[in-house]
């Protein structure tokens, strides 16, 4: 893969976050070392193929299912590449018919056409949760159940990759419709990855476009309106604390995103949708020198946070305004709540929210819940326990 | 990549079209040795990417464009893998803005960001006309011009590929939304010539799916009618020869395809948008055995046609009805004309194209030019001309 390599960054404490910088060639061929050319005042990164795969062997990538068409899951599926470890966790449906049969039968045909790797595990099993509970993610499955949401979905996720071994955990959307998107999500971030000067290393996708379809013709907008609306909340905490206007980041929803195992297991994350922008507020707090760190080898090291505008279009199943509305203020409901969030921007966001009906007046958004991830998790037990749920599957391990 | 092998084909003397086969996976690793796994009665072939590569360093990826927009073809380019030449042949518009300026401006930024090979010319440039008719391509450029269509672009860009000396010639058209269904459509080009058991060998794309608007949301179609149409008369010709039905053609308009260029080099081309299916045409004509060939030696071998349906959607721009009703009837027009068109399927189309409007009563469709593609072509000749034409770029050549 060839990318451009970001000039300019956003320091906030440890945290740096790379302007957003787009792929230049999706497959730069077998040939050539690592190399950087400076082209028209752009660098261009070259990042050999087996630069990348040595990254993919080492990756777990997650895919979060909730009832999702069997043809768009397999092509999602077909678009991952080879030596990744495939990690699925569905919260689909089993009654009246089993979905998570259907998913796990995808998988199986694939892992033995292929001898690729893969595990699943259905997210309301009673035995997954127990093995959570015995592997020590105790807030996971506080009642001997994990709670639905997609937050919930990857810190399951992280801990299986963590138990597997694997160095990076990467996430991708089981509701794509372009297998190719997927290939290059994946081919991104282990171009990033591979890229960061730190052990801590997080990539993020931004999409070229989102293709919508509008008075009956497909339209190709930029940036989503919820999109927007993060990222604003995200780059106004980080003006007031450095004192710059900044509009650096262009990620805060990106559900196309992987980290190293190494920043991941030192992160708190938020359950639902508010997970992705969560990992910003995170590690604002917790790294971005404000207050003290749990983890004060990270504030000697810096956490690298790579920003990727893809090729391809985002082109997914619509799942309707309820679904992104959600997402929005779950997303500005964990800002507000956190102590990095400065006043003034409380109370931009008490504003926003109440200008769109979402809180009474008098504002007090709803705390998302905050999950401690998978720190101290005895992955040896959790892994014990794991493999004796009903719902565990596990092809070519 | 790994790929479903095909398990039967059809025989048309020394055609043999295999039956439509399936990409398993995009990107299979740079390990593993190609094999053969045989997994619940199906054969799932592993192109190693060393393979792959070999192939992609001698074929020429052929552009035709024509008024295009800037971002689409980009898109396009960015999703060819870095190895393959790029030749992008325009028949854009120069005034009142330059189109094929900003087509050669990407092209140069695309080139000097990542050292790829790339050559460009305009299909209406006088000095390109005078360069085939000096390499030998009389009929290309009757009257000092080369007509409008696509055929005329791609018997030019095989012109090219010839003069560049490289082995291998596949297409992709520059309307295509998704920069991953270029780069999938590319390597299974690759992974088919791969294949190949003969040196005469071609691979043509079937799309997994087409999406449309439809009362203002997307459907996924399996196959547009043209297709269907083009393909039942493809089959029926096929059908009449061999005496057993058959529904083997699912390929017959497909623009994505790619062949060795032993095979290019001894078939003739229709002209517009007859060119895809009549290649098959021309096959069945030239080496089905009905008739004396003019090269033996392909005779005494077998031509190998590939089709395979690619994981990501065709999402490409809408061009409308008149496009794709121009499509459906130049290729029964050249069918129609062609010597081994059985008179019964002669009476079909004639009925077919009655229905449609399409020709007046008592049916006599108008014959589509048929040139003699690159046969007799004196590439030092035509090289030493073409660069000096006008619009000739090359970079990194």
């Not at 769109?356 to 709803?366: I, K, M, N, S």
Request: hydrophobic share 40%; aromatic share 8%; charged share 20%.
């Amino acid at each position: 893969m060839r990318i451009e390599y970001p000039h300019r960054h956003e320091r906030f404490g440890a945290v740096r976050i790379h302007e957003l910088t787009q792929v230049i060639e999706i497959d730069s061929g077998l040939g050539g070392a690592a190399e950087q050319a400076v082209i028209g005042g752009r660098r261009v990164h070259h990042v050999p193929a087996t630069a990348i795969n040595g990254i993919e062997r080492r990756m777990a990538v997650v895919v979060p299912t909730k009832n999702e068409r069997r043809k768009v899951i397999e092509g999602v599926l077909s678009g991952i590449p080879h030596d990744c470890t495939i990690v699925l966790v569905s919260a689909s449906a089993r009654e009246p018919i089993d979905r998570y049969g259907l998913e796990t039968a995808l998988l199986d045909d694939l892992a033995s056409a292929t001898g690729r790797t893969a595990v699943a595990v259905h997210q309301f099993d009673p035995g997954v949760a127990a093995a959570a509970a015995a592997g020590g993610l105790i807030d996971l499955a506080p009642d001997g159940a994990i709670a639905p949401g997609k937050g919930e979905a990857m810190v399951l996720a992280m801990a299986i990759t963590e138990t597997l071994g694997l160095d990076h955990v990467g996430f991708v959307d089981a509701d794509n419709y372009i297998p190719g998107a997927v290939h290059e999500y994946t081919k991104s971030y282990a171009a990033g990855l591979h890229l960061a000067t730190s052990a801590f290393a997080m990539v993020r996708i931004s999409w070229q476009s989102k293709p919508k379809v509008t008075d009956g013709r497909l339209v190709f907008n930029r940036w989503g309106r919820t999109s927007q609306v993060t990222n604003h909340f995200l780059n106004l905490v980080l003006s007031t604390y450095t004192g710059f206007g900044t509009e650096v980041i262009k990620t805060g929803n990106s559900g196309e995103h992987a980290m190293s195992m190494e920043l991941a297991r030192r992160l708190r994350f938020a359950g639902g949708y508010a997970v992705e922008p969560f990992e910003f507020v995170e590690m604002f707090e917790q790294f971005g020198g404000a207050f003290a760190s749990p983890h004060p080898e990270v504030n000697r090291s810096l956490i690298d946070v790579f920003q990727v505008e893809t090729r391809n279009p985002h082109f997914h199943e619509d799942k309707g305004e309820n679904h992104v509305s959600g997402m929005r203020t779950q997303a500005l409901h964990a800002l507000f709540h956190s102590k990095v969030c400065p006043d003034s921007v409380r109370a931009e966001i008490c504003e926003f929210l109440e200008g769109e009906g979402a809180v009474q007046p008098g504002c007090e958004p709803r705390a998302e819940t905050i999950y401690n991830g998978i720190v101290g998790l005895d992955s040896e037990r959790f892994g014990r326990y794991l493999t004796k749920a009903d719902t565990f599957r596990a092809f070519n391990r």
